[in-house]
Nanobody, 123 residues
Framework: QVRLVESGGGLVQPGGSLRLSCTTS????????MAWFRQAPGKEREFVAG????????MYKDSVKGRCTISRDNAKNTVYLQLSSLQPEDRATYYC????????????????WGQGTQVTVSS
């Protein structure tokens, strides 16, 4: 059974930082391309960042470039999302996702999803 478990969310003040983690099991992590999505209240889920299985290529939503870093540790079966300079509009539930299909990764179509971790940005 494949499981993706996110953690690290919480309440942070504007301008603050958080590091989200997503630990996986039941899949060959080193062979999976990973991504983070988010969904704000009343809005559709949107892509935030992605990283290839090799770790050599990353991609980001334009509005988070420079404030966000995705990384992975294949030894720990974990993908991370470092968020900085957080703003109220970053408030959302953040989800990690996985696929072992290269074409699906670029199409942002993922096979496995976690349950999400909540990020709230407020003073």
């Amino acid at each position: 059974q494949v499981r993706l478990v996110e953690s690290g969310g919480g309440l942070v003040q504007p301008g603050g930082s958080l590091r989200l983690s997503c630990t996986t099991s039941g899949l060959t992590f080193s062979g999976n391309h990973m991504a983070w999505f988010r969904q704000a209240p009343g809005k559709e889920r949107e892509f935030v960042a992605g990283i290839l299985a090799s770790g050599t290529t990353t991609m980001y939503k334009d509005s988070v470039k420079g404030r966000c870093t995705i990384s992975r540790d294949n030894a720990k079966n974990t993908v991370y999302l470092q968020l900085s300079s957080l703003q109220p509009e970053d408030r959302a539930t953040y989800y990690c996702a996985a696929t072992d299909n290269h074409r699906a990764f670029w199409a942002r179509s993922f096979d496995y999803w976690g349950q999400g971790t909540q990020v709230t940005v407020s003073s």
